[in-house]
DNA sequence: TTTCTCCGGTGAAACGATACAATACAGGCA
DNA sequence: TGCCTGTATTGTATCGTTTCACCGGAGAAA
């Protein structure tokens, strides 16, 4: 491997004067443009790659962030991964990436991964079933900052990046209230889930707020841990047999949705001419 | 950071002793029990961890691979991710993953990236479009085992684990013809992908193998360069409208085949029961 | 002439680990 | 006592960079 010594010796610069000059930051101002060209044209000619190691080593920034995503294999991961990777290249960052592969038993394990390799920022996408507020602490502790994407953390001063589920919902129903629905069937999501809390909160207030009546006959709720397909078609079976006049359906997210819109087609229900379905999550 | 010298420091013992130990590699047994559970035990109370820079520069091992894949939002490079990294972990490997985002012309820059961080070998995803073995090549000259994965370079002395495309569609269509079929519909892959020769192939020589006769008027093409579920349909609905007597349909792949079945059904068939579909690709 | 100030560049000390050769020491034996 | 051997441990160079203080010389100001 060609090393900046032999850049050096090549070029007959100084070792210092070549990092200066391939670094290309405001201390390659102060050498000559001659010098520039020439350091350049060596360097390129031998092929010379620095070592980020020794790069890190020195200079005490690794000049990456650690990602650590619940299932590398979740399309919502995989799209954020993205949108990070593409925010971090500007400025030379790259994302060291791990894995929890959908269990909570490997978060101590990431996090050690990320901590050797002296990462200068922590993005953890995962739900609090996954997170471990304490273990993410000794990141906060060597003064790397951290953050969680996908739900505010309990008893964390960590920063976090949420959906706004109230307003999402609030969108949800107010458009179908303007439309002129009425007799409006509702699907919640799993009780445990904090999202499913929050969702119902924007759909009840806004009903308070304009005085729209919930019939708790078109109201069920998800009892598995997780929405599932399967679920969502035997609860929309449910609703339709309670109570079949309802014109629209809200359900707590969009695997739900797609469930009920199956659901009602196998009953004969045109979506959305007979029934309008919302869903939740852009999926 | 606490460092080893601190470890050492601490400890009583030696940087050299504490780094045997630490490593717990086979000259941590030249080290005698009472030293390595203290050395331990300080290394825990301080909250060491190895500076992986460090240990990188002076070893010159970095312990890990650079894997390229050519979208990381496909769920096919994902899920290849996740072995990969299940069989790197027992050997303390970690894989350095970069995403070329479905854009070839980023493949310089990807490579660029694995051989700053020295990664000790290259997996590489993706289909020749994005594929250089010109780039590649700058690993072997390095010294760096480089394979690819999908598809074979050639001109190119790199590995590659490829799908036995051949031997692929020869079961499909040995599967039809075993179970009686004898009018079966082909809808052949774009010409541009070698893939979806060597999958004909396998096809044709089994008829001609069989004594099968393959009618022409039942072989289709994808014009596109790439099969899309809009021309699988489209030409689904063109072999019922040429010759709708067929009872068995082997499309290039999967989301061809998926379109196909969604075809047949609008045109009132049942699939399985009207009509047999094989697709390729385990999607 | 002397002193200052830039300009363009240099030398050597880190950074935190590993590798390698070297050493201290206890015990065995003549 | 002196020598040898093997075990447990240590000192120091080194990996390839960056950082920081410094330096020679040319021109300007005193």
Redesign the pocket.
């Given at each position: 491997?060609?090393?900046?010594?032999d850049v050096a010796g090549e070029s007959?610069?100084?070792?210092?004067?070549v990092?200066?000059v391939?670094?290309d930051g405001p201390?390659a101002q102060?050498?000559?443009a001659?010098?520039r060209t020439h350091v350049w044209k060596v360097a390129r000619k031998l092929g010379?790659?620095?070592?980020l190691?020794?790069?890190s080593?020195?200079?005490?920034?690794s000049q990456t962030v650690g990602v650590v995503v619940f299932d590398i294999t979740d399309p919502y991961c995989t799209q954020i991964l993205r949108g990070i990777e593409n925010h971090l290249r500007p400025s030379g960052y790259f994302p060291i990436v791990t894995d929890l592969q959908d269990d909570r038993s490997q978060f101590h394990r990431c996090l050690d991964m990320l901590l050797g390799r002296r990462v200068e920022g922590v993005i953890a996408m995962a739900n609090p079933i996954y997170l471990d507020a304490q273990l993410l602490s000794e990141f906060a502790d060597r003064n790397v900052p951290a953050v969680v994407i996908g739900s505010a953390l309990e008893d964390s001063p960590l920063s976090s990046v949420v959906v706004d589920n109230e307003a999402g919902t609030r969108l949800a129903i107010q458009h179908l209230y303007e439309l002129g629905h009425s007799r409006i069937a509702f699907i919640k999501g799993p009780k445990i889930l904090v999202d499913s809390m929050q969702r119902w909160r924007g759909l009840e207030t806004f009903a308070q707020d304009v005085g729209l009546r919930l019939d708790p006959k078109l109201v069920l709720e998800i009892k598995g841990r997780n929405s599932t397909y399967a679920e969502g078609c035997q609860l929309t079976q449910e609703l339709l047999k309670r109570s079949p006049d309802f014109t629209a359906l809200v359900a707590f997210d969009d695997v739900t949705a797609c469930a009920a819109i199956r659901a009602l087609t196998q009953a004969g229900r045109q979506v959305p001419k007979d029934c309008s379905v919302v869903g939740f999550d852009d999926v």
């Amino acid at each position: 491997m060609v090393t900046i010594r032999d850049v050096a010796g090549e070029s007959g610069f100084s070792v210092t004067t070549v990092s200066m000059v391939l670094n290309d930051g405001p201390a390659a101002q102060r050498i000559s443009a001659r010098t520039r060209t020439h350091v350049w044209k060596v360097a390129r000619k031998l092929g010379y790659r620095p070592n980020l190691f020794a790069r890190s080593l020195r200079s005490r920034r690794s000049q990456t962030v650690g990602v650590v995503v619940f299932d590398i294999t979740d399309p919502y991961c995989t799209q954020i991964l993205r949108g990070i990777e593409n925010h971090l290249r500007p400025s030379g960052y790259f994302p060291i990436v791990t894995d929890l592969q959908d269990d909570r038993s490997q978060f101590h394990r990431c996090l050690d991964m990320l901590l050797g390799r002296r990462v200068e920022g922590v993005i953890a996408m995962a739900n609090p079933i996954y997170l471990d507020a304490q273990l993410l602490s000794e990141f906060a502790d060597r003064n790397v900052p951290a953050v969680v994407i996908g739900s505010a953390l309990e008893d964390s001063p960590l920063s976090s990046v949420v959906v706004d589920n109230e307003a999402g919902t609030r969108l949800a129903i107010q458009h179908l209230y303007e439309l002129g629905h009425s007799r409006i069937a509702f699907i919640k999501g799993p009780k445990i889930l904090v999202d499913s809390m929050q969702r119902w909160r924007g759909l009840e207030t806004f009903a308070q707020d304009v005085g729209l009546r919930l019939d708790p006959k078109l109201v069920l709720e998800i009892k598995g841990r997780n929405s599932t397909y399967a679920e969502g078609c035997q609860l929309t079976q449910e609703l339709l047999k309670r109570s079949p006049d309802f014109t629209a359906l809200v359900a707590f997210d969009d695997v739900t949705a797609c469930a009920a819109i199956r659901a009602l087609t196998q009953a004969g229900r045109q979506v959305p001419k007979d029934c309008s379905v919302v869903g939740f999550d852009d999926v």
